[in-house]
């Protein structure tokens, strides 16, 4: 028992090792890239898909864009209402824009896999349009799932919520993980074989969180204009070492699997 826990803590100490030595840092920048161009147009169907919702109200827009811009707001409403003429084209191309930009997120993020376990590209061009429909469907059920969990406990037992808020989202961020290493991971690396890597990377990440929300915190009581443009600066940092994290994962699990 002892053996196998500091074999352990030498494959931990040996992932962080190679994480700093190795070139981790560049593929974790391209993957945020990719990622926030994923964001972006993800950001830019939703306003899309929005205004077709029944709650949407159209002059409440108007109103909002009288009261925020009354010195421009003929030429706002002028805009507001290209935007929700063309609401029906402008969704059908930033889905087709998202879905793009996400098959290539996919491939950067295989490639970068390829690279931390040191292995030849055996996966079809094809598989990546497959793929990436499955683990944004994985995700959005994921991220719901603990936002219904986590509505229900706080109407159930209060403020007995924040013991359990730490491993709810630790099991979101366990299965998110778990599915990113069974669908990009080789084909040599079994469902089941993911799992210790997913642990260290989930573990990783969620102190991650704890650290960087800690800091958002401190930089808006600081200052709300420096709060802001600190927060967005941490985000983007809080993206690449994430990013760095399941690269490490990745490590890991060839490390446990290989016992060297």
């Not at 059908?92 to 793009?100: C, D, N």
């Amino acid at each position: 028992m002892k053996s196998r826990i500091f074999k352990s803590a030498k494959y931990v100490f040996y992932t962080f090792y190679t994480s700093i030595t190795e070139d981790y840092a560049y593929h974790a920048s391209a993957l945020t890239y990719s990622f926030t161009m994923v964001l972006g147009s993800l950001l830019l169907f939703s306003s899309f898909f929005a205004s077709f919702l029944p709650f949407f109200d159209f002059n409440k827009l108007i109103n909002y864009a009288v009261l925020f811009f009354p010195e421009q707001t003929e030429k706002v409403i002028i805009e507001i209402m290209k935007f929700y003429h063309h609401r029906t084209s402008g969704s059908v191309f930033s889905l087709i824009l998202a879905y793009f930009f996400s098959v290539s997120f996919s491939k950067d993020l295989y490639k970068a896999f390829l690279y931390t376990l040191s292995e030849a590209q055996s996966e079809k061009e094809w598989a990546f349009w497959i793929k990436t429909p499955l683990i944004v469907i994985a995700y959005t059920l994921v991220i719901s799932l603990f936002f219904l969990v986590s509505s229900l406990l706080k109407a159930y037992l209060g403020n007995y919520t924040v013991y359990l808020f730490y491993l709810i989202n630790f099991f979101a961020i366990f299965s998110l993980t778990v599915i990113i290493y069974a669908l990009f991971l080789p084909k040599k690396y079994t469902f089941r074989g993911v799992y210790p890597g997913a642990f260290f990377t989930s573990t990783c990440l969620l102190i991650l969180n704890k650290i960087f929300s800690t800091f958002v915190v401190k930089f808006v009581k600081l200052n709300p204009l420096y709060g802001f443009m600190g927060s967005v600066l941490l985000f983007f940092i809080w993206i690449n070492l994430s990013f760095t994290l399941i690269l490490a994962g990745a490590k890991f699990i060839k490390l446990m699997k290989e016992g060297k």
